[in-house]
T-cell receptor, first 116, second 115 residues
Framework: GESVGLHLPTLSVQEGDNSIINCAYS??????FIWYKQESGKGPQFIID?????DKRQGQRVTVLLNKTVKHLSLQIAATQPGDSAVYFC???????????????FGKGTKLSVIP | ETGVTQTPRHLVMGMTNKKSLKCEQH?????MYWYKQSAKKPLELMFV???????ENNSVPSRFSPECPNSSHLFLHLHTLQPEDSALYLC??????????????FGDGTRLSIL
Protein backbone atom coordinates (compact mmCIF):
# COMPACT_ATOMS: atom_id res chain seq x y z
CA GLY A 1 0.00 0.00 0.00
CA GLU A 2 0.97 3.62 -0.11
CA SER A 3 2.25 4.96 3.15
CA VAL A 4 4.67 7.25 4.84
CA GLY A 5 6.59 5.76 7.71
CA LEU A 6 9.51 6.33 10.00
CA HIS A 7 12.40 3.94 10.47
CA LEU A 8 12.98 4.57 14.20
CA PRO A 9 10.23 5.24 16.72
CA THR A 10 12.63 6.74 19.32
CA LEU A 11 15.97 8.49 19.17
CA SER A 12 18.14 9.62 22.07
CA VAL A 13 20.87 12.13 21.34
CA GLN A 14 23.44 13.87 23.50
CA GLU A 15 23.09 17.63 23.67
CA GLY A 16 25.33 19.24 21.09
CA ASP A 17 25.42 16.24 18.81
CA ASN A 18 23.72 16.09 15.44
CA SER A 19 20.41 14.22 15.03
CA ILE A 20 19.21 12.40 11.98
CA ILE A 21 15.58 11.34 11.67
CA ASN A 22 14.60 9.16 8.74
CA CYS A 23 11.41 8.65 6.80
CA ALA A 24 10.41 6.30 3.99
CA TYR A 25 7.61 6.95 1.55
CA SER A 26 6.15 4.66 -1.06
CA UNK A 27 4.23 6.94 -3.44
CA UNK A 28 6.56 7.99 -6.23
CA UNK A 29 3.94 10.54 -7.39
CA UNK A 30 4.34 12.60 -4.23
CA UNK A 31 5.96 15.90 -5.12
CA UNK A 32 6.15 17.79 -1.84
CA PHE A 33 7.32 16.77 1.60
CA ILE A 34 7.13 18.44 4.99
CA TRP A 35 8.70 17.90 8.38
CA TYR A 36 6.73 18.80 11.47
CA LYS A 37 7.74 18.99 15.12
CA GLN A 38 5.20 18.28 17.84
CA GLU A 39 5.98 19.16 21.42
CA SER A 40 4.00 17.78 24.31
CA GLY A 41 0.60 19.45 24.58
CA LYS A 42 0.94 21.27 21.27
CA GLY A 43 -0.01 20.77 17.67
CA PRO A 44 2.43 19.93 14.88
CA GLN A 45 4.66 22.85 14.01
CA PHE A 46 6.05 23.31 10.50
CA ILE A 47 9.85 22.98 10.39
CA ILE A 48 10.92 22.71 6.78
CA ASP A 49 9.64 21.51 3.43
CA UNK A 50 11.13 20.28 0.19
CA UNK A 51 9.82 19.85 -3.32
CA UNK A 52 10.55 16.78 -5.39
CA UNK A 53 12.72 18.74 -7.84
CA UNK A 54 15.23 19.30 -5.04
CA ASP A 55 17.41 16.87 -3.12
CA LYS A 56 18.50 19.12 -0.27
CA ARG A 57 17.20 22.14 1.55
CA GLN A 58 18.65 23.93 4.54
CA GLY A 59 17.08 25.97 7.26
CA GLN A 60 18.29 27.25 10.56
CA ARG A 61 20.11 24.27 12.11
CA VAL A 62 17.98 21.87 10.07
CA THR A 63 18.57 20.20 6.73
CA VAL A 64 16.19 18.00 4.80
CA LEU A 65 17.51 15.49 2.30
CA LEU A 66 15.36 13.82 -0.32
CA ASN A 67 16.44 10.69 -2.18
CA LYS A 68 13.77 9.95 -4.77
CA THR A 69 15.59 6.85 -6.03
CA VAL A 70 14.99 5.00 -2.78
CA LYS A 71 12.02 7.10 -1.66
CA HIS A 72 13.74 8.29 1.47
CA LEU A 73 13.56 11.54 3.38
CA SER A 74 15.70 12.62 6.31
CA LEU A 75 15.80 15.51 8.74
CA GLN A 76 19.15 16.53 10.15
CA ILE A 77 19.32 18.74 13.21
CA ALA A 78 22.70 20.29 13.94
CA ALA A 79 23.93 20.85 17.51
CA THR A 80 20.81 19.34 19.05
CA GLN A 81 19.44 21.25 22.03
CA PRO A 82 17.06 20.24 24.84
CA GLY A 83 14.37 22.35 23.18
CA ASP A 84 14.53 20.03 20.19
CA SER A 85 13.01 17.22 22.25
CA ALA A 86 9.71 16.42 20.57
CA VAL A 87 8.03 14.02 18.16
CA TYR A 88 8.97 14.62 14.55
CA PHE A 89 6.65 13.72 11.69
CA CYS A 90 7.30 13.57 8.00
CA UNK A 91 4.39 14.10 5.65
CA UNK A 92 3.94 13.74 1.94
CA UNK A 93 1.53 15.89 -0.02
CA UNK A 94 -0.06 14.28 -3.02
CA UNK A 95 -3.01 14.93 -5.23
CA UNK A 96 -6.25 13.09 -4.53
CA UNK A 97 -6.69 11.09 -7.77
CA UNK A 98 -6.82 14.14 -10.01
CA UNK A 99 -9.47 15.81 -7.89
CA UNK A 100 -7.48 19.01 -7.73
CA UNK A 101 -7.08 18.83 -3.97
CA UNK A 102 -4.06 17.66 -2.10
CA UNK A 103 -3.89 15.52 1.00
CA UNK A 104 -1.15 15.27 3.59
CA UNK A 105 -0.26 11.74 4.67
CA PHE A 106 1.71 11.53 7.89
CA GLY A 107 4.10 8.99 9.29
CA LYS A 108 3.76 7.72 12.85
CA GLY A 109 6.50 9.97 14.17
CA THR A 110 9.89 9.64 15.84
CA LYS A 111 10.35 10.76 19.40
CA LEU A 112 13.60 12.66 19.84
CA SER A 113 14.99 12.85 23.37
CA VAL A 114 17.95 15.12 24.03
CA ILE A 115 20.21 14.12 26.89
CA PRO A 116 21.69 17.15 28.69
CA GLU B 1 1.27 31.47 18.36
CA THR B 2 0.53 29.51 15.21
CA GLY B 3 -2.31 31.63 13.87
CA VAL B 4 -4.75 28.75 14.37
CA THR B 5 -6.67 28.76 17.65
CA GLN B 6 -8.68 25.85 18.95
CA THR B 7 -11.14 25.80 21.83
CA PRO B 8 -11.62 24.21 24.22
CA ARG B 9 -8.17 22.75 24.86
CA HIS B 10 -9.64 19.91 26.90
CA LEU B 11 -13.10 18.37 26.85
CA VAL B 12 -14.58 15.52 28.84
CA MET B 13 -18.00 14.33 27.83
CA GLY B 14 -20.35 11.43 28.24
CA MET B 15 -21.46 9.31 25.32
CA THR B 16 -24.88 10.91 25.20
CA ASN B 17 -23.71 14.51 25.33
CA LYS B 18 -23.57 17.00 22.48
CA LYS B 19 -20.62 19.33 22.26
CA SER B 20 -18.77 21.34 19.65
CA LEU B 21 -15.12 22.00 18.95
CA LYS B 22 -14.15 25.36 17.52
CA CYS B 23 -11.27 26.41 15.31
CA GLU B 24 -10.37 29.89 14.15
CA GLN B 25 -7.52 30.82 11.83
CA HIS B 26 -6.03 34.29 11.55
CA UNK B 27 -3.84 33.58 8.52
CA UNK B 28 -6.20 34.54 5.71
CA UNK B 29 -6.24 30.96 4.43
CA UNK B 30 -8.99 29.50 2.28
CA UNK B 31 -8.67 25.84 3.29
CA MET B 32 -9.33 24.29 6.69
CA TYR B 33 -8.98 20.73 7.94
CA TRP B 34 -9.94 18.48 10.84
CA TYR B 35 -7.57 15.69 11.89
CA LYS B 36 -7.78 13.03 14.57
CA GLN B 37 -4.61 12.05 16.43
CA SER B 38 -4.78 8.85 18.46
CA ALA B 39 -1.99 7.27 20.46
CA LYS B 40 0.43 5.25 18.33
CA LYS B 41 -1.38 6.12 15.08
CA PRO B 42 -0.55 8.56 12.32
CA LEU B 43 -2.67 11.66 12.00
CA GLU B 44 -5.95 10.81 10.29
CA LEU B 45 -7.56 13.36 8.00
CA MET B 46 -11.28 13.71 8.73
CA PHE B 47 -12.62 16.66 6.74
CA VAL B 48 -11.40 19.27 4.30
CA UNK B 49 -13.09 22.59 3.57
CA UNK B 50 -12.25 25.01 0.80
CA UNK B 51 -13.95 28.40 0.98
CA UNK B 52 -16.64 27.01 3.27
CA UNK B 53 -17.37 24.09 0.95
CA UNK B 54 -16.59 20.56 2.07
CA UNK B 55 -14.29 18.89 -0.43
CA GLU B 56 -13.23 15.78 1.46
CA ASN B 57 -14.94 13.49 3.94
CA ASN B 58 -12.73 10.54 4.74
CA SER B 59 -15.39 8.01 5.76
CA VAL B 60 -15.96 9.67 9.09
CA PRO B 61 -18.92 8.42 11.16
CA SER B 62 -21.96 10.66 11.17
CA ARG B 63 -21.60 11.30 14.89
CA PHE B 64 -18.98 13.84 13.78
CA SER B 65 -20.56 16.76 11.93
CA PRO B 66 -18.38 19.58 10.61
CA GLU B 67 -19.50 23.11 9.92
CA CYS B 68 -17.64 25.92 8.17
CA PRO B 69 -19.64 29.18 8.33
CA ASN B 70 -16.81 31.21 6.77
CA SER B 71 -13.23 30.70 5.71
CA SER B 72 -11.88 31.68 9.14
CA HIS B 73 -13.99 29.42 11.32
CA LEU B 74 -14.47 25.68 11.49
CA PHE B 75 -16.54 23.67 13.93
CA LEU B 76 -16.79 19.98 14.70
CA HIS B 77 -20.12 19.04 16.27
CA LEU B 78 -20.03 15.90 18.38
CA HIS B 79 -22.99 13.69 19.26
CA THR B 80 -23.28 10.24 20.79
CA LEU B 81 -19.57 9.56 20.71
CA GLN B 82 -17.90 6.28 21.60
CA PRO B 83 -14.94 5.67 23.93
CA GLU B 84 -12.71 5.00 20.92
CA ASP B 85 -13.33 8.58 19.81
CA SER B 86 -11.14 9.80 22.67
CA ALA B 87 -8.20 11.51 20.96
CA LEU B 88 -6.56 14.81 20.17
CA TYR B 89 -8.52 16.66 17.48
CA LEU B 90 -6.41 19.00 15.43
CA CYS B 91 -7.48 21.79 13.15
CA UNK B 92 -5.25 23.04 10.36
CA UNK B 93 -5.39 25.61 7.60
CA UNK B 94 -3.54 26.28 4.36
CA UNK B 95 -3.75 28.95 1.67
CA UNK B 96 -5.50 26.66 -0.83
CA UNK B 97 -6.40 22.98 -1.22
CA UNK B 98 -5.45 22.89 -4.87
CA UNK B 99 -1.80 23.81 -4.49
CA UNK B 100 0.64 21.03 -3.77
CA UNK B 101 3.46 23.15 -2.39
CA UNK B 102 1.93 24.72 0.69
CA UNK B 103 2.26 23.44 4.25
CA UNK B 104 -0.66 23.23 6.58
CA UNK B 105 -0.55 25.16 9.83
CA PHE B 106 -1.96 23.44 12.90
CA GLY B 107 -3.63 24.56 16.07
CA ASP B 108 -2.74 23.01 19.42
CA GLY B 109 -5.77 20.73 19.37
CA THR B 110 -8.61 19.77 21.66
CA ARG B 111 -7.94 16.79 23.92
CA LEU B 112 -11.24 14.90 23.96
CA SER B 113 -12.05 12.23 26.52
CA ILE B 114 -15.24 10.19 26.27
CA LEU B 115 -16.49 8.65 29.49
Amino acid sequence: GESVGLHLPTLSVQEGDNSIINCAYSNSASDYFIWYKQESGKGPQFIIDIRSNMDKRQGQRVTVLLNKTVKHLSLQIAATQPGDSAVYFCAENRENSGAGSYQLTFGKGTKLSVIP
Amino acid sequence: ETGVTQTPRHLVMGMTNKKSLKCEQHLGHNAMYWYKQSAKKPLELMFVYSLEERVENNSVPSRFSPECPNSSHLFLHLHTLQPEDSALYLCASSPEVGNSNQPQHFGDGTRLSIL
